[in-house]
């Protein structure tokens, strides 16, 4: 019987052309690709996932040259930032052409596109054409960041005979693309992520607002990102030994001396705690600089009530 990991880039790009899914490597996480103008596949992503119909989906491209192909009238803020973070963790929501699928989109009159920076994601995409992808797990919870991740999720969902998992090892930055509205003025950054704030502020001359209006884009909702188990948050590790005491069947996360390994291991940690049967993972938030602020944002959505 065919596995559904491989390490063949040809046969995930085939998988795409024939209307399957691949999740597919990126350096944030691994994300359940399908070919974006085919409405029936990206449909398949919803279902595999267990994904709101309403919530829409990045366009992942080979090229900043592409971005006309998707986007109408985009501002000098989006292409400032196009230019400066592409290929990397970085999303820009722009007005969308015509063309672009409602499935996409979630029925709205804009459309999230990103240029990762991993050569197989690049490769396949170069090969396959654009793709639309949300993390390759279930809807609400932790991301992936390994092939063995995606398995573990969505192995009972894949078909072997029409789906690929692409297997290019563990991601290097370990969570989600920033995300910045450009179709708004001031733009406004949805979701902290892999380019830290003060990067896209500095891009953008200051001229940023925080998120307001309602959820648009992934990540948004209060409660996401979230293992079996529980999760508490604290400021400190004085904090977290107290609470570990009286806490039975918990550990503590706490990485905040490194902010690139506590964000390139945070989901990895988060799912061997659930491996481990551990009852909460106390965590210790970072500070909100660089890095800090994208985990601090999924630690706490992690433990934020669950609906």
């Known amino acids: 019987m065919l596995s559904v990991i491989t390490t063949d880039v040809e046969r995930a790009a ?21 070919d974006a103008r085919n409405a029936a596949a990206v449909r398949r992503i919803f279902d595999v996932k267990g994904r709101p119909g309403d919530h829409p989906l990045i366009v992942h491209l ?47 009159d804009t459309v999230g596109l990103r240029m990762p920076a991993h050569p197989l994601a690049l490769d396949l995409i170069a090969r396959a054409g654009a793709v639309a992808a949300p993390s390759a797990n279930r809807f609400g919870s932790v991301s992936p960041t390994t092939a063995q991740h995606v398995l573990d999720d969505l192995g009972d969902r894949l078909d072997p005979a029409r789906d690929v998992i692409l297997d290019g090892g563990a991601c290097p ?42 959820s648009r884009a992934s990540g948004m909702l209060a409660s996401h990102y979230a293992p079996r188990c529980a999760v508490r948050v604290v400021d400190n590790a004085d904090d977290a030994v107290a609470l570990r005491a009286g ?7 706490d990485l905040t001396d490194d902010l690139a390994r506590y964000a ?25 600089v660089g890095l800090g602020h994208a985990i601090r944002d999924r630690l706490t959505k992690a433990s934020a009530p669950r609906p």
């Open 264 to 288: 390139r291991e945070l989901y990895g940690r988060l799912r061997d705690a659930d491996v481990r049967g551990v009852g909460t993972v106390i965590a210790v938030l970072p500070p909100p």
């Open 173 to 214: 930055v370990g969570v989600e693309s920033t995300i910045v509205d450009c179709a708004v003025d001031p733009p406004q950054i949805l979701r902290a992520g892999g380019v830290p704030v003060e990067d896209v502020l500095a891009l953008l001359g200051g001229g940023v607002a925080a998120a307001s209006g309602p």
């Open 14 to 34: 085939d998988a795409i052309g024939a209307g399957g899914l691949v999740a597919v490597p990126t350096e944030t996480v691994y994300g359940l690709a399908a």
């Open 247 to 253: 806490t039975p069947r918990s550990e503590v996360l």
């Open 62 to 108: 080979a090229s900043a040259a592409e971005v006309d192909d998707w986007a109408r009238d985009v501002s000098d803020a989006a292409r400032r930032l196009v230019e400066a973070a592409w290929p990397g963790p970085l999303t820009v929501i722009v007005p969308r052409t015509d063309g672009v699928l409602d499935e996409v989109t979630g029925g709205r």
